[in-house]
């Protein structure tokens, strides 16, 4: 009965989705404020709605109701209770129910919140967002519906794919939809101000919270996805430029480009035309990794041919979205011209150098996630584009941005001093050399290139700092800690966010320094790993809830002594019958051993891959500190739209005149 | 469709360790040639994986055809040549530059050109305002008043 209220919540929820992409919308161009405010309670009504269908679903999880198909394919009985919950979006059906839910979240967010906003542009902005939510409840209702009942009900689920059943799987996707979906906020402010025409400072200073909002979920999504890759599928690699990473990179790509437009924009007036359709182009990225992920057209074009329901249906919402926003795009253009004068050399100069090189490495990586498909379909030749790809062209176009950093943090509005800013950054620029020189000294033949990206991580860190020293001194040594608490939080957070960056590439160059052994081991046996010796001790089973475990124990000593026991093994999960690897891992600062093991033989001796990874923890504390900078940028009290409280009294009559 | 993600899931959660101890080989210097040469190669039944990194059987399969050219005294370019006979261009993670994927190496660079161009024409526009000593004519002022026109 609860899934049957559910189901009908959905449907509801489309009802009320339409009609709030159709009236208040109506009401926002026609300028009749009556319909016009019927968008913020729509909204919400919109999300309460969609919040009983996803309540509905988690209750037929929680309670292992299998006479839920889509329950019965993904649960079991005996899952851990936090599996169960997330078992609600490991699959299809249900992760775009919760797609649907972060959607009406994000609208409900802003009919709460962003009351000062002129009531015509909420209307407008909630009136986008209902349209395409619409589209995406269409699409869970008539093709993924998760409350679909079976005729015969059976006695035990099958179990849900064992290398989800991991606590940041849990919460990489929730985070990921909220990073994508996050930006539909953004796409629905830019076509509302496109067919309002009003495009100015107020709507880069509207969009930057919510930019600002999905980007930090998106790039903790991202890094947490990267994380789990890491320590779940046994080789420790941390980026592998798979299909499905790339969808999440493009819009990361565009939205930090976007991010930093928005800047040029509300400051300056400038870059219209380019801020709004970075707007456009970052929710049309997601869109589209949303649809490369879900229409299983990444597993084979061929697959998709077969069974091109969903994938039709998704492509339809793309092309309608897409195209739609472009043409409104192409008719206003003329309206986004103008704005703010500046030289090459300044700050806005440099911003527009970090939008060049973000968009273009953007579209390296749509062009090598794609290229392959459209290839195959158009004339069925069957090539491979991987990481020696990406890693040639989106990786070098990232360089410049990093060696800029530091620099367009120092230029000046309008017109800078590029050899100021540069002799200013002398100490940056020292830094760089000597910790190239260190390693050079510690790591004998260490490769040039590592050499290289330590010399630029050691800049992008000192260099992004030196704005807060120079802030902090500037006119002398009294009064430092005044100057510092005076320090407007939103240069905290670019500091923060560009000294993640330089972190993140510390951890990516420290890669170059690992020591990796492949060997078969016998009980008793040693293993020397850089300055760490590894003995395999002997084999155990462990058994959880829902799964058997055979393990190896090694234990991990150095000069000093023992220093860890680690127990990799193999997990097989009821239900399923593939094995998972769990790896063993002793953290030692921001370093690790990592010993994985694979097949054991019949003598007697097991697989073992070992790793010592200096550094590489830094390679997710980088985009941390970068979501952590976000969020301090999001605190920062210039960043609210309207702070006088006037503004508050004055709604009304602006609504009732709109 | 389900049941080949299903496959590809499977495959790449198999138990870990690409590289088997038995597989490598003696000298240390072609093994690491072996290794280089591997993760360029796709796995073929895989999505997206190198043979360096997948655990699929076709994998180990190609890992020990590498290492046994290398034994054999290939070069690099003679093996990814052998492997493209066998197996088509789709082995190839990098692909090679040819009639077929200019596009997919050139739109990258193409773009970044044209970009720089629209950068260099934004702040070209300026610089005559900025300088600020340039006088119309008065043809010009007239194409311009119309032009403003036009714009109301």
């Known amino acids: ?658 | 469709m389900r049941a080949a993600l299903a496959l590809c899931l499977m495959l790449l959660a198999a138990p870990a360790l690409a590289v088997k101890p038995s597989e490598q080989l003696k000298d240390p210097a072609q093994e690491a040639r072996a290794r280089a040469l591997s993760a360029e190669l796709r796995c073929l039944v895989c999505q997206n994986q190198s043979i360096d990194d997948s655990d699929a059987s076709l994998a180990q399969d190609l890992r020990r055809l590498v290492r046994e050219r290398i034994t054999a005294g290939d070069n690099d370019s003679q093996i990814r040549a052998f492997l493209v006979a066998r197996y088509g261009e789709f082995v190839l993670l990098k692909p090679p530059v040819n009639t077929e994927t200019y596009l997919l190496w050139g739109l990258p660079g193409i773009a970044l050109v044209l970009g720089a161009g629209a950068a260099w024409r934004l702040f070209r526009r300026r610089r005559p305002v900025e300088a600020g000593g340039t006088t119309l004519s008065n043809e010009e002022k007239a194409e311009l008043d119309a032009l403003l026109a036009r714009r109301e």
């Open chain 1, 1 to 658: 009965m609860i899934v049957e209220l559910g189901h009908f919540a959905l449907a509801l929820a489309l009802a009320v989705a339409v009609f709030q992409g159709v009236v208040p919308l109506w009401g926002a161009v026609k300028g009749d404020a009556l319909l016009a405010r019927l968008a913020p309670r729509a909204a919400l009504a919109q999300f309460v709605l969609l919040s009983l269908a996803f309540a509905a679903l988690a209750n037929a999880y929680l309670s292992s109701d299998f006479s839920v198909a889509n329950v019965f394919e993904n649960s079991h009985s005996l899952k851990p209770f936090v599996y169960k919950w997330s078992g609600i979006w490991s699959n299809h059906e249900g992760s775009m129910l919760l797609w649907v839910l972060i959607l009406a979240l994000f609208g409900a967010a802003l009919a709460l919140f962003a009351r000062r906003l002129p009531a015509d542009m909420l209307a407008a902005t909630l009136g986008v967002q209902a349209l395409v939510a619409s589209a995406f409840i269409g699409f869970v209702l008539f093709t993924s519906n998760p409350f679909t009942r079976l005729m015969n009900a059976p006695l035990e689920g099958r179990g849900m794919n064992p290398v989800l059943q991991d606590p940041g799987l849990a919460i990489h996707p929730p985070l990921l939809y909220l990073g994508y979906v996050g930006f539909s906020i953004v796409f629905s402010f830019a076509a509302a101000a496109l067919i309002l025409g009003r495009i100015d400072a107020a709507f880069a200073r509207m969009v930057r919270p919510w930019t600002l909002a999905a980007w930090v979920a998106l790039t903790l999504g991202i890094a947490m996805g990267s994380y789990w890759a890491y320590y779940e599928l046994g080789w420790g690699g941390y980026w592998f430029w798979d299909p499905v990473e790339n969808a999440s990179l493009m819009p990361w790509l565009t939205g930090t480009a976007l991010l930093h437009s928005a800047i040029v924009m509300e400051k300056r007036e400038a870059l219209k035309t380019w801020t709004i359709l970075l707007a456009v182009l970052t929710f049309s990225l997601s869109l589209l990794g949303t649809f490369l992920v879900r229409s299983g057209v990444l597993t084979s074009v061929h697959a998709f041919a077969v069974d091109p329901e969903r994938g039709l249906f998704i492509l339809g919402i793309l092309i309608a979205f897409i195209g739609g926003s472009f043409a409104l795009f192409a008719a206003r253009a003329r309206l986004m011209e103008g704005g703010g004068l500046f030289a090459p050399v300044s700050r806005e100069g440099a911003l527009v150098f970090n939008n060049l090189f973000l968009s273009v490495a953007s579209l390296a990586v749509f062009v090598g996630t794609l290229y392959p498909l459209l290839l195959e379909a158009l004339t069925g030749a069957k090539i491979s584009v991987g990481a020696p790809f990406f890693n040639l062209t989106a990786v070098p176009l990232m360089l410049p941005i990093f060696l800029l950093i530091p620099i367009g943090q120092k230029l000046a509005w309008k017109r800078g001093n590029l050899l100021g800013a540069v002799q200013r950054l002398f100490v940056a620029l020292l830094a760089g050399v000597a910790a190239a020189a260190v390693l050079a000294f510690v790591y004998h033949g260490a490769p040039v290139l590592a050499l290289a990206a330590f010399a630029l991580g050691a800049w992008l860190i000192i260099g992004s700092f030196d704005e807060m020293v120079d802030r902090a001194t500037r006119g002398g040594k009294g009064m430092v800690l005044a100057r510092l608490r005076a320090i407007p939080a939103s240069v905290y957070a670019m500091v923060l966010a560009h000294v993640g960056v330089g972190i993140m590439v510390l951890g990516i160059a420290a890669t170059a320094l690992e020591t990796e052994k492949v060997v078969a081991m016998k009980p008793g046996e040693t293993l020397s790993l850089g300055r760490f010796t590894v003995q395999l001790r002997g084999f155990a089973n462990e058994n959880g809830p829902n799964y058997t475990s055979a393990v190896a124990r090694f234990t991990l000593s150095d000069s000093t002594g023992v220093l860890a026991e680690l127990s990799p093994g193999k997990r097989v999960f009821v239900g399923r019958q593939m094995p998972t690897s769990e790896v063993g891992r002793y953290r030692y600062g921001l370093s690790e051993v990592y010993l994985a093991i694979g097949e054991s033989s019949d003598d007697g001796r097991v697989d073992l891959r070992a790793y010592d990874k200096p550094l590489v923890l830094l390679i997710w504390l980088g985009p941390l500190l970068m979501s952590i900078g976000g969020m301090i940028s999001l605190l920062d009290r210039r960043m609210r739209v309207g702070a006088p409280v006037r503004a508050k009294a004055k709604m009304p009559t602006e609504g009732a005149t709109a």
